[in-house]
């Protein structure tokens, strides 16, 4: 059975269409979304861009997990929601079933027996008569409560063979995708990399300015001009991973730092990608900043993302836009961790912070003047 097939037919046999929820709809749309993660999955090897392909699996497999924490986070909200009416409810509930009980149980002749005689017979009849269609309503909004209870359960029990199959693919695809950027030889290089130039440089500054500053000499030879123009799309960039944002540039932290960049909000292991079609001028570890790629699609316009774990592609290589250039780090969440998580919603499973500094004529200018940040990721 492919992968969220088990909650699919879940979903599809035991919920009624009147009981198809937003919640159980949305964790069936994510099923979805992890089934044809999978499929890519199968597929990517046998693309002629391998790399491509792969890194839209990731991100198909990374889309559809979020949507399945979503989903999941809703399904409990609305069972204990759910469960507290019933629970409220419980006393009308009882005298509900009784009176129900006790009509189905007595004969009709029965009925018909009163101590007023056939008029009371008749007074009790048109009471009943009154009465009735409220309490079928009752009783049927009553079962679909319950039924929907029952269904959310099911939902929950069964997602953890989606979210174990989900988790599994995309550590594979992750995996793959590693290999393929590595056997990867058809990118044009504008120039190449001194390692011995770089470590000096890198041992003679103290601030990212001074690296930046420095760039160009880590190259063995000179570097290639390049009529790179993405002034048009300034303002409207992507961001280069899904992620919240947690400061602005300028802002001060709760550690009383403060950046000339921004700072997002990522899940461990996001995939970060190339915004645009760029030169990689350096990746690796700088000072304090952890491992970051510095792009520049455009001449006199950098591009700083650090805070990565892993990085990817070679200095002086010219990458198109939505090329990998890293993974956040962190450890890839428990099933458990995510159906506990799931209850929270407030992006505390954003755990790692990715920093952004854009840099025009080495000088450091706000993102947000080149990235467009006003959509979650």
């Known amino acids: 059975m492919r992968l969220g097939s088990t909650l699919a037919a879940v979903l599809i046999w035991s919920t009624p269409v009147s009981a198809q929820t937003s919640p ?7 099923a979805g979304m992890l089934e ?3 499929i890519a999955l199968t ?3 046998s693309a002629r861009d391998r790399v491509k392909a792969l890194t839209g699996t990731i991100q ?9 924490r979503d989903g999941l986070r809703r399904a ?9 009416e019933l629970q409220v409810r419980e006393q009308e509930v009882a005298q509900l079933l009784g009176v129900l009980q006790t009509i189905e149980t007595i004969a009709p002749p029965v009925l018909m027996l009163h101590p007023s005689g056939p008029l009371g017979a008749a007074r009790t009849g048109m009471m009943l008569s009154e009465v009735a269609p ?3 309503a009752k009783a049927q909004a009553l079962a679909s409560d319950l039924q929907e209870v029952q269904t959310l359960r099911q939902l929950q029990q069964n997602a953890a063979n989606t979210l174990t199959e989900g988790l599994t693919g995309v550590q594979d695809a992750r995996t793959r995708l590693s290999e393929a950027i590595a056997d990867r030889t058809d990118l044009p290089r504008r120039f190449v990399e001194d390692p011995v130039r770089t470590a000096i440089l890198i041992s003679s500054t103290e601030t990212l300015d001074g690296f930046a500053s420095g760039l160009s000499e880590i190259s063995d030879g000179e570097i ?11 303002g409207q960039i992507t961001l280069p991973v899904q992620g919240i944002l947690l400061h602005r540039a300028g802002e001060t932290d709760a550690a009383g730092v403060t950046r000339a960049g921004l700072v997002l909000g ?3 292991r996001a995939l970060v990608t190339s915004p645009t079609a760029a030169t990689i001028r350096y990746r690796g570890p700088l000072l304090n900043l952890g491992n970051l790629v510095i792009l520049e699609p455009q001449p006199g316009l950098l591009f700083v993302f650090s805070g990565l774990q892993e990085v990817y592609g070679k200095t002086g290589e010219v990458i198109p836009e939505g090329t990998p250039v890293g993974l956040m780090p962190g450890e890839t969440p428990e099933i458990g961790a995510i159906m506990s998580t799931s209850g929270d919603g407030t992006g505390t499973d954003r755990s790692e912070t990715l920093y952004i500094e854009v840099r025009e004529d080495n000088s450091p200018v706000d993102p947000e003047s080149w990235f467009r940040t006003d959509k979650d990721g």
Do not use: C
Request: hydrophobic content about 40%.
């Open 134 to 136: 409220g309490l079928n």
């Open 24 to 30: 159980s709809t949305a964790a069936l749309e994510a």
């Open 43 to 45: 597929d990517a090897d």
């Open 60 to 68: 198909a497999y990374e889309a559809g997990l979020t949507a399945m």
């Open 224 to 234: 290639e001009d390049t009529s790179a123009d993405v002034s048009e799309l300034k």
């Open 76 to 84: 409990a909200l609305r069972e204990a929601q759910l469960s507290a």
């Open 266 to 268: 990522t899940r461990p």
């Open 36 to 38: 044809e993660a999978s």
